[in-house]
């Protein structure tokens, strides 16, 4: 469904994206952000899920700066491999590359962001950070209790698994406490890391499912043109 193009931050750095269209005129936008594992499968499958629920998707390959192109699956190989990409992240440089992706959406209307993993603690800091942005949805943002402080300018969407075993409750509840006035936050009992993502082995079907909705319904509710 989707196409591969480039998009050009303001330091003129060149990096790759993904972009999925809807079939009839666009609701908005949605910057889609990746786990540690590139713009793989998975988040192509977001963008044309996103495009088939009528918005215009670009994922903006995070990664570029460091190794072009990279992506991945989810095998404790691969894992452990991609984790080196957020051994020391360089938040400027992405919070640089997500906004061209933002300005590459600015024309379809209203903009949202969407992130998984590494990509909710993106979102979470874009949602403080950049312009241009109407709502932020991140999922399982490890970083996130870390950056708490940074207060959304927009309505924000988290979601959290109870079982999550690198983002401990007492993180979600910092969150909580800090955010809680001015954040949607959601916790799906039973859930671990990366349950939305039905190519992992944490993938939990009715948490996925109900997260969706909550993700669909706060997105029509906020990326209105």
Known sequence: MGKHFSLVASDSFKLGAYRAEPSGPAKGGMVVIQEIFGVNHHIRAVCDQLAADGYAAVAPAVFDRQQPNFECGYSPDEIANARKFVANPDWAAMMRDV????DELEKEGPVGIIGFCLGGSIAFLAASKL?????????????????VDSAPKIPTQLHFGETDASIPMSDVDLIKQKRGGDTEIYVYPGAGHGFHCDERGSYNEAAAKLAWTRTLDFLGKHIKK
């Open 99 to 102: 906004q061209a992706a933002i």
């Open 131 to 147: 312009s241009g942005l109407s709502a932020a949805v991140g999922y399982y943002g490890g970083q996130i209790a870390k950056n």
